[in-house]
């Protein structure tokens, strides 16, 4: 996967999904369905092969479990560290 990632934006994004669950908008569930429909809907527009749609399943995925693992030791929740 090919594309300019800017960290500035990225901190946008989390930023507007965490307004929308303090200001209970939309449940926790709610919101990682709805971003995991959207993260469907972009890789489907945007994949011109089933490799290039593989690989951004495959970042996507890797991203997340990264992402909890390092959230989970930080914040002494080893046991979800562990998945």
């Known amino acids: 996967m090919s ?3 800017d960290p500035l934006k990225i901190r946008g994004v989390i930023v507007e999904c965490n307004t929308v669950l303090q200001q209970h908008k939309f449940n926790v569930g ?3 369905v709805g971003l995991a429909e959207l993260i ?3 890789i489907v527009e ?3 092969t ?9 970042v996507v995925g890797n991203h997340v479990v990264c992402t909890v693992q390092l959230g989970a030791e930080a914040t002494g929740k080893s046991q979800i560290a562990r998945m």
């Open 3 to 5: 594309y300019p990632i």
């Open 30 to 32: 709610e919101v990682l």
């Open 40 to 42: 469907g809907r972009i």
């Open 46 to 48: 945007n994949a011109t």
């Open 50 to 58: 089933d490799v290039q749609a593989k690989e951004m399943i495959d």
